[in-house]
């Protein structure tokens, strides 16, 4: 991750270096951006999430060891039904709408905030009219995400509480 950032800012390691060691403050737009941070793709390309977008507010420019970002999801849209060796944290800032948390799902509001610890499968999800963002924290060195297994999907679809509000590509994350 860090070698992409680098290399389509033009900057080299002794440049971030350099910049890490300098204090800022990222000024905030009531669009809910950020003074200098780049507004991205969730995820590359792919069929496993829909309408949402991502900010790394804190992270790459920043000698930490956790990176702060910010995720917002459009009406009807859906991050990426998956679960990691890491935890995140997990903080409402703009309308409402759902995480699945392993086979239990949860409203979630204005400054909720979720705890999602490792290995556990895990989802938000817009099911509102209005855009759904939240700060999202996680260690800056961390595993990348993986599909849930095909016994965790059935757990899911089953379960009375998430088998109506999943949402899932299943013939993508089975061949995986």
């Not at 899932?168 to 995986?176: F, G, N, R, S, Y």
Request: glycine letters at 6%; one cysteine or more; charged letters at 30%.
């Amino acid at each position: 991750m860090l070698e992409k950032y680098l290399d389509k800012h033009g900057l080299d390691q002794s440049e971030l270096d350099k910049e890490k060691q300098q204090s800022r403050v990222y000024s905030s737009n009531p669009d809910h951006t950020w003074e200098g941070v780049e507004v991205i793709k969730y995820k590359p390309e792919g069929d496993d999430w829909a309408g949402i977008i991502r900010q790394v507010i804190i992270g790459y420019r920043e000698e930490t060891n956790f990176h702060v970002r910010y995720f917002e999801i459009a009406p009807g849209g859906y991050s990426s039904l998956e679960k990691h060796l890491h935890s995140h944290a997990v903080i409402i800032i703009r309308g409402q709408g759902k995480a699945i948390l392993g086979d239990q799902a949860v409203d979630l509001k204005y400054l909720d905030t979720v705890y999602v610890s490792p290995d556990t499968p895990h989802q938000f999800i817009n099911d509102g009219t209005e855009p759904f963002g939240f700060l999202c924290m996680v260690d800056a060195e961390r595993d990348k995400p993986r599909p849930i297994e095909r016994e965790e999907l059935s757990v899911l679809e089953d379960s009375a509480a998430t088998k109506n509000i999943v949402k899932a590509i299943k013939v993508k994350m089975l061949e995986q």
